[in-house]
């Protein structure tokens, strides 16, 4: 399970001890994709943390590949206090991506077993939480319960997506997750957008204006 990896590219959980308590990590996946929603996830890691090869293993999603994430995602489930939450195509549609962000920043956090004593976001921009909030930026690669849900949070989304593929053929979600690849940009040139598509993104804005 472990993962060979720079010594900056490893999280701990400096942050989290440093503050005491019980701590969440925040994170979402799904804000440049051109359909679909977006995910984010909520870890809390209790007593000393999860198991040590499940310590080493973990990192920002992005370094990851995708069977790494789907091996270490069940691991993070048993050892830790996780939660998801989602915003829909319709609210990313009717309030940007930004505050749909957050949107589904708060309803992880709300989904907790327990609500945490303060919330680690990953980014510089904070969702309105019942806990404090501190934002860090490159969180994901700095603090190990943020990386934790960055995976939770990727995993998630993308098999949200591969089911979301079936619905809506042709498209290749299951592939792409919904990012604007070439693959994704020729089957909207062939078959147009969606219900799944974000209508106020340019791309798929620009085609329903081009529509005759």
């Known amino acids: 399970m472990a993962v060979r990896r720079k010594q900056q590219e490893q999280p701990d959980l400096s942050l989290e001890r440093a503050a005491g308590g019980r701590v969440a990590g925040v994170d979402e996946a799904g804000r440049g994709p051109w359909a679909g929603p977006v995910v984010a996830a909520a870890v809390v890691f209790g007593g000393g ?13 992005k370094l990851l590949k995708a069977e790494q994430r789907a091996a270490l995602q069940p691991a993070i489930l048993a050892s830790a206090d996780t939660a998801v939450g989602i915003a829909s195509v319709a609210e990313i549609d009717s309030m940007n991506i930004l ?77 792409n997750a919904g990012y604007g690849t070439a693959e994704h940009q020729t089957a909207l040139a062939r078959l147009g957008p969606c219900a799944q598509h974000r209508r106020s993104f340019r791309p798929i804005r620009e085609l329903l204006e081009a529509e005759p």
């Open 49 to 61: 943390g999860p198991p040590p090869r499940l310590r080493v293993a973990i990192t920002d999603s």
């Open 99 to 175: 505050q749909a962000t957050l949107l589904a920043m708060r309803r992880a956090v709300a989904r907790l077993v327990d609500a945490p004593n303060l919330a680690l976001v990953d980014g510089n921009r904070a969702p309105r939480l019942p806990c404090p909030v501190r934002t860090v930026v490159g969180g994901d690669r700095k603090s190990l319960s943020i990386a934790a849900a960055s995976i939770v949070a990727k995993v998630t989304r993308d098999r949200l997506m591969a089911r979301l593929a079936a619905d809506y053929p042709g498209y290749g979600w299951e592939r």
